[in-house]
């Protein structure tokens, strides 16, 4: 029988949503999963001038923030918005705070590079002799711009926080605010994770030699660098006073100490993060039913964490990486796999690994491939994987309640 969580309090997510370029809301992404169509598109940014594929929301340039928020204008805090109006999320905020209180409530996003594209167009305006753009840092740029415009949107007094770990940022905010909610210092969260496209990833990915001319390809012998994606997840998690849908069960995390760009060879943290996740979970490897690779379609990033995926899972687990899809969503990425978990658990279904078609032979995992007929057992805990820039690792553990298939 499957262990009861270590994790006090046990969270529920209450309320979730999800936009990528896969669609704007859970329905739209859900269907795009199922038809295993890719939504990366050819390079259309404006400003950047690379031969490679992107994954692009729809609408963020043309969504208008509200009254009162001009300020506040860039394209990460647009699709902040854009992201907030789908799956009746604010009301889902608004109902949050009647029961709780808003000083009660914990605010905590992830993102790597926050409003920088605002940044980037005012430096493009700049023209000799000007006094220079009007250009409002703090609301914009800053890393805490998108935390002080939920906070001023939703009405919330309780902490709040920005966490920039670059890959793993928000699979992180989980474990904050479950230390918040545990320290007493807020009785429930609302958990974010947002990245939009700028110059600066595509460019600096770039530099690196990590972005590649061709829908990215994880795990493939084929494989050579990821594509660059943007998207807004976020989540509510409060205690569990009655049997929940969908819970946290327990997070883990780890850093390499090892090289800025450059995973651990062998996948240590990434292995310790996994490790950590399981044991704070009261789980054994065999009662975790599906993983969420990291899974970025680089040689080093997916090899390493093949090989930390041998260490934990001796026996196999199926698993994938869902980046063919939408492409590496950078600071929102912990948060948009661990919703497609999500999304995988209330269906029932096996997220496959997009564009993978052949299988480096040096990659030992149990992956689930497109058109390849398999029988699985019914879903009932996944972990989801990030692993970021300068060995920042977070896993998350998810389950379902109600499924005894471990009895």
């Known amino acids: 029988m499957m262990q009861t969580s270590q994790l006090k309090p ?11 370029p896969m669609g704007l809301g859970n329905q739209a992404n859900y269907q795009r999963l199922l038809q295993q169509k890719s939504s990366l598109r050819k390079n259309d940014l404006g400003g950047v001038d690379l031969d490679t594929w992107i994954g692009r929301v729809d609408r963020v340039e043309s969504q208008q923030l509200p009254e009162g928020f001009a300020d506040w204008t860039s394209r990460n805090n647009q699709l902040l918005e854009l992201g907030l109006q789908q799956d009746g999320f604010i009301d889902a905020c608004k109902n949050l705070l009647q029961r709780y209180g808003s000083e009660r409530i914990g605010l905590f996003v992830g993102t790597s590079t ?6 980037e ?10 006094s220079g753009p009007d250009f409002n840092y703090r609301r914009t740029q800053n890393l805490y711009s998108a935390s002080s415009y939920l906070r001023e949107r939703l009405g919330i007094k309780g902490p709040g926080l920005t966490i920039s770990t670059a ?3 928000s699979a992180k905010i989980f474990a904050a605010a479950h230390r918040h909610i545990v320290s007493g210092l807020c009785d429930a969260a609302i958990v974010v994770g947002v ?32 594509n660059v994606g943007e998207a807004m997840a976020a989540a509510i998690l409060e205690p569990v006073t009655e049997t929940p849908g969908l819970c946290l069960l327990g997070y883990g995390e780890s850093s390499d100490a ?4 450059t995973p651990h060879p062998e996948g240590a943290g990434a292995a310790r993060a996994m490790h950590s996740a399981l044991a704070m979970a009261g789980l054994k490897p065999g009662e975790v039913d599906y993983v969420n690779l990291h899974g970025t379609g680089t040689q080093a990033n997916d090899q390493a964490e ?19 899809y939408c492409g590496h969503t950078l600071g929102a990425a912990g948060i948009v796999e661990l919703l497609v978990c999500a999304l995988a658990l209330e269906n029932n279904f096996y997220p496959v690994s997009l564009n993978t078609k052949n299988v480096d032979e040096k990659i030992q ?26 060995g920042s690792n977070a896993s998350l553990l998810l389950m379902k309640s109600g499924v005894n298939r471990h009895e």
């Open 10 to 20: 046990l969270l529920a997510l209450s309320a979730y949503t999800l936009s990528t």
């Open 114 to 119: 926050s409003g920088i594209q605002a940044a």
């Open 121 to 130: 167009a005012a430096y493009a305006a700049v023209k000799p002799g000007s």
């Open 167 to 169: 890959c793993s940022s």
């Open 195 to 226: 990245d939009s496209l700028c110059q600066m990833t595509l460019y600096g990915f770039n530099s690196l030699q990590l972005v590649s001319a061709q829908r990215c390809k994880p795990a493939d012998m084929d494989r050579d660098g990821i």
């Open 258 to 261: 090892w090289h800025m760009s």
């Open 306 to 324: 093949d090989r930390a995926m041998q260490e934990v899972f001796p026996r196999g687990v199926p698993c994938s990486s869902t980046k063919g």
């Open 365 to 390: 995992s149990r992956l689930v491939l497109p058109n390849h007929q398999q029988s699985y057992p019914s879903l009932c805990v996944a972990m989801s994987n990030s692993f970021g820039f300068g």
